[in-house]
């Protein structure tokens, strides 16, 4: 059943990719959103991961202490969602009517497609060095790649987010993320 849940994780990925590309072709058919349509596609992007996460809560299970103490996994997620949809309205109003500054030119789509390509490997590694190291390392290669050189800042930022999502998730959530099977026995 969890290789069935998994497929169907990335049949709902392709179709929210696919509904991108038709959105694409939506804002450049109309002339009010044809110079922002880089702006709205990130916007629109960012709606549904959130709601690609909004479902995913629906397979989080819930133990009865949780339940009873009125904040379970599925609290955060949903709360976030919620509020994402008056920071998306708000950030559609802007584009629309305030600022109505076209695009600027993007020459970058290498590195763009290298990094949700790297995105992609850091997610398939999850299951094989675990969750911490993965989005550690992912982190630190983006901000080498980005040209950031500050020594501190390259340790200090993938760290400070390896403690943030321990303590947000372990502790509080009590949502485990993965070890990695390199790393299940001595963390468990």
Same mark, same amino acid.
């Given at each position: 059943?969890?290789? #069935?849940?998994?497929?169907? %994780?990335? *049949?709902?990925?392709?179709?929210?990719?696919?509904?991108?590309?038709?959105?694409?072709?939506?804002?450049?058919?109309?002339?009010?959103?044809?110079?922002?349509?880089?702006? #709205?596609?990130?916007?629109?992007?960012?709606?549904?991961?959130?709601? #690609?996460?909004?479902?995913?809560?629906?397979?989080?299970?819930?133990?009865?202490?949780?339940?009873?103490?009125?904040?379970?996994?599925?609290?955060?997620?949903?709360? *976030?969602?919620?509020?994402?949809?008056?920071?998306?309205?708000?950030?559609? %109003?802007?584009?629309?009517?305030?600022?109505?500054?076209?695009?600027?030119?993007?020459?970058?789509? $290498?590195?763009?497609?290298?990094?949700? /390509?790297?995105?992609?490997?850091?997610? +398939?590694?999850?299951? +094989?060095?675990? %969750?911490?190291?993965?989005?550690?390392?992912?982190?630190?290669?983006?901000?080498? /790649?980005?040209?950031?050189?500050?020594?501190?800042?390259? $340790?200090?930022?993938?760290?400070? *987010?390896?403690?943030?999502?321990?303590?947000?998730?372990?502790?509080?959530?009590?949502?485990?993320?993965?070890?990695?099977?390199?790393?299940?026995?001595?963390?468990?």
């Amino acid at each position: 059943m969890n290789k #069935l849940a998994n497929l169907s %994780y990335w *049949w709902i990925l392709g179709g929210l990719t696919l509904l991108l590309v038709g959105l694409y072709f939506l804002f450049n058919s109309m002339e009010r959103t044809k110079p922002v349509k880089g702006q #709205l596609l990130c916007l629109c992007g960012m709606d549904l991961i959130t709601l #690609l996460f909004y479902l995913l809560t629906f397979s989080l299970r819930v133990s009865k202490i949780a339940a009873e103490a009125g904040a379970t996994p599925r609290t955060m997620p949903r709360l *976030w969602a919620f509020l994402m949809v008056f920071v998306s309205a708000g950030a559609a %109003y802007a584009i629309l009517k305030s600022s109505r500054k076209p695009d600027e030119k993007f020459d970058r789509w $290498v590195f763009a497609l290298l990094v949700g /390509a790297g995105s992609i490997f850091s997610v +398939i590694m999850f299951n +094989i060095i675990g %969750y911490y190291l993965s989005s550690a390392i992912f982190i630190l290669v983006v901000m080498l /790649a980005m040209g950031e050189r500050n020594r501190l800042q390259l $340790v200090l930022v993938p760290l400070a *987010w390896c403690v943030f999502t321990y303590f947000v998730f372990y502790k509080l959530l009590y949502i485990s993320l993965p070890f990695g099977s390199l790393f299940t026995g001595l963390f468990r």
